[in-house]
């Protein structure tokens, strides 16, 4: 029995160390009225999703790849534009640098964020995607519609 064991120890650690490695990724950027989220699957997809005061939607899916820090997204929607994205971690913050106007948010150059986040530690720049936790994506992006009227007032 021991013989048989080891083999298979091994086996599902090995397999515990590449789920770890190939899993979803997640960002959001606020932009003060709401936010928007990418989801980097491990498969080579990825979506955009929005959210403002009146629900949660889709605004762009797609295919992903990536080659070092660099992260081209490639568009489903016939017409669209590739765009490009450096993932970054500065002051313990991962975030995806845009580059050029065909991205889902405007392009903050990278000196900028930088310096924001010199400037403030505790908030986060507006216009940047910044990871987040699965269960923050997951949580934030299944409220449809997250406000609620006091009864009475209609």
């Known amino acids: 029995m021991h013989k048989c064991a080891s083999p298979f120890v091994a086996v ?3 397999c515990m160390s590449l789920s770890a490695t190939i899993t979803t990724k997640y960002f959001k950027e ?22 403002e005061h009146m629900g949660v939607w889709v ?5 992903w790849s990536e080659s070092g820090r660099r992260i081209t997204f490639s568009p489903k929607k016939s017409g669209a534009s590739s ?14 640098s845009l580059t050029g106007d065909t991205g889902p948010s405007i392009a903050v150059p990278l000196e900028e964020i930088e310096r ?7 908030t986060l720049p ?10 923050d994506y997951h949580r934030e992006t299944k409220l449809s519609y997250p406000f609620r009227t006091r009864p009475g007032l209609r």
């Open 59 to 63: 605004e762009e899916s797609g295919r």
């Open 116 to 122: 924001d986040l010199d400037q403030d530690t505790k």
């Open 12 to 14: 599902v650690a090995l």
């Open 83 to 96: 765009y490009v994205a450096e993932e970054v971690t500065y002051k313990n913050r991962t975030f995806l």
């Open 126 to 135: 507006p216009y940047v995607f910044f990871a987040i936790s699965a269960s």
């Open 30 to 51: 606020d932009h003060l009225t709401g936010a928007m989220y990418i989801a980097l699957a491990s498969d080579g997809s990825y979506t955009v999703t929005a959210r």
